[in-house]
């Protein structure tokens, strides 16, 4: 079999690894390729451009490749790695049960709540995060993969389906490479397409009259809110130590442990750490609260992490490059609050004009450093009531315009915040 990759990094490296070991020489095809060569293995490794449909048998692509890139027009034997794998677990006499985990913010921390309450049962995460599929699928003392699925992968994916899948809420995101809200949607509840009657999905209840769930064949569990679930899922909400957003991911995470083996261990659950740079609360020496949520990069995430400091003063930094989303209902839910926005990035001048419209004061700042010298001026140590203040960062944006990831974005705010302490 002649099998070409699209897109040669971080998700397609274990996979063409595996590959190799199994014999196979590959035609890797990558935009960074510029000119034709061979590695070490025998791959060869070409530029988009050399692609010929004929040379190839099967074509497993890296997701975050959008549908309009001259690679996937081309192919005709296009599968996702989902579906590769799929292939071959079907051979398998005791296949690992299959968990999947997705929605617009909140993917990370279920799925890594889920495969802690998991672990007593050799659970293991992958997709997005944790261990890849050519690892997860040699480890055989693995039995249950809980796989943070994002809509890209699940775009491509048409044969593979989990044993349960749980659906976070849906807020607009990656339009531009869906093409719109609707197929965003789409491919959200994609799975339940070919889900069986002896499946579960959790969705959120906004979708339960879509076209697409009512077709689904299996155990279908809808829920509005945290309290809604935890009440359908016979979950004692008043145990669990998590707030909002979190507490929905809790809940969500129960609600699956739950169906997979029957645990409900809400102990186990409450030793869970959360993530770095997803509403993460420090003090500096002066008692004053600074929140790094650089990991917000989209408007409903930020909406949520200013939900939680609704009674405060909030200083908010927000900007960067947007990727054309709409930001309305951002300056709508801010409408009325005790907030002034400190604004950065590609979009300043798109924030500037929503705040003036909204009514919001917003310092223009350009970036982050300058926002947070701005910042320090005003909320002196001698200040009155500067402890009372919170600085968010939540920029409902992502970070590339200036800088390498959300990593670096908030790893330099923390540094700027705790400057001269």
Known sequence: MRISIFGYGVTTTPLVSFLNNQGHKLNIYDDKFETISTDGFGNALLPSNAFEPESSDIEILSPGI????????RAQNLISEYDYFDTLLKKEANPPLSIWISGTNGKTTTTEMTTLLLEPYHAQSGGNIGT?????????ATKIWVLETSSFTLHYTHKAYPRIYALLPVKEDHIT?????????????????????????????????????????????????????????????????????FLLDSVIALSIAKLACGADDIKRLNSFSIGKHRIEEFYDKHNRLWVDDSKGTNVDATIQAIKRYANTHLMLILGGDDKGANLTP??????????????????????????KQYGIPLTKCENLTNAMSKIHTKRAPDTKDASKDVVLLSPAAASLDQFSSYKERGELFVSLALKNE
């Open 66 to 73: 959008p549908p309009y890139h001259q690679l996937v027009q």
């Open 177 to 245: 490479w869906h093409g719109s809200f609707e197929n965003y949607i789409s491919d959200k509840l994609s799975p339940l397409t070919i889900m069986d009657n002896l499946t579960h999905a959790i969705i959120p209840a906004q979708f339960v009259n879509h076209k697409i769930v009512a077709q689904y064949k299996g155990n279908l569990i809808t829920y509005e809110s945290s309290l809604d679930l935890a009440q359908k899922c016979s979950i004692a909400l008043q145990d669990i130590v998590f707030k909002e957003p």
């Open 330 to 355: 951002l300056f709508e839910s801010m409408q009325g609050a005790d907030i002034e926005i400190f604004s950065i990035g590609a979009n300043e001048e798109r924030l500037a004009t929503l705040a």
């Open 132 to 140: 890849p599929l050519a690892l997860l699928y040699q480890n055989k």
